[in-house]
């Protein structure tokens, strides 16, 4: 079955710097997504991206946070400045053919921001 | 506005019984319904989906669900509980009129008991 992948499994940093959380997506998938979710709460919905752009995010996604596919196969969300309440799980996934299809889920990076 | 809701954050029941696991959507355009299942410390596992094709869809590990639409739900269901069933189940809507985005439910945790 084919395998999102994510890296680190789980990042500790300090607030207020930067982390970069990396994922490698399922090759010939087209659209691509990260969701957080906060210990014990819901998975939600950060942002999609699609032919190099992103073309949804939700208002957790603010200026702190940016994404990009710096080489084609990774996809990396960046947050800037790092906050107590950015402490989550988060994942990225992708779906074989655009919307409708189910989305293959990475293990997910942990962040813990002290 | 779109939405998931799942009723009962905690569902328990006795190994060998019914699971019945509640899911309804809030939305004013056909969805595609999903449920996703995450064990301790794992990222999230495709259940079951339903794209508009058949309203009763079978899954992995025994479980299905049914696609009502005057109810506006996507129950799971799984005729005899296992106890290696005990998770986090998560519902999920998406739509066509969006980019593929996913709208998760609350969660449900299933507890099974010997």
């Known amino acids: 079955e084919p395998e999102v992948t994510q890296t680190p499994s789980h990042q500790v940093t300090q607030m207020g710097q930067e982390v970069i959380l990396r994922c490698v997506p399922i090759s010939n998938h087209l659209y691509f997504y990260w969701y957080r979710q906060i210990l014990g709460q819901k998975v939600e919905f950060l942002v999609s991206f699609y032919n190099n752009e992103i073309s949804e995010k939700s208002e957790i996604f603010d200026d702190q946070f940016s994404v990009e596919r710096p080489d084609g196969s990774n996809f990396t969300l960046k947050i800037r400045s790092t906050k107590l309440e950015d402490s989550a799980m988060y994942f990225c996934?992708?779906?074989?053919?655009?919307?409708?299809?189910?989305?293959?889920f990475g293990p997910g990076t942990r962040l813990t921001v002290l | 506005a779109q939405s998931v809701t799942q009723l009962g954050s905690h569902v328990s029941v006795s190994e060998g019984a019914l699971v019945l696991l509640r899911c309804n959507y809030s939305s004013s355009v056909p969805p595609y319904l999903f449920w996703y299942v995450q064990y301790p410390n794992q990222g999230l596992q495709l259940l079951l989906k339903?794209?508009?094709?058949?309203?009763l869809v079978k899954g992995i590990n025994g479980f299905e669900a049914e696609f009502k639409k005057s109810e506006t739900s996507f129950h799971l269901t799984k005729p005899s509980a296992h106890m290696s069933d005990a998770a986090e189940y998560f519902c999920a809507v998406s739509f066509s009129s969006n980019t593929g985005k996913l709208i998760f439910g609350q969660g449900t945790t299933l507890q099974v008991k010997p």
């Open positions: 996934a992708s779906p074989l053919a655009g919307v409708g299809n189910e989305q293959f």
């Open positions: 339903y794209t508009s094709a058949a309203t």
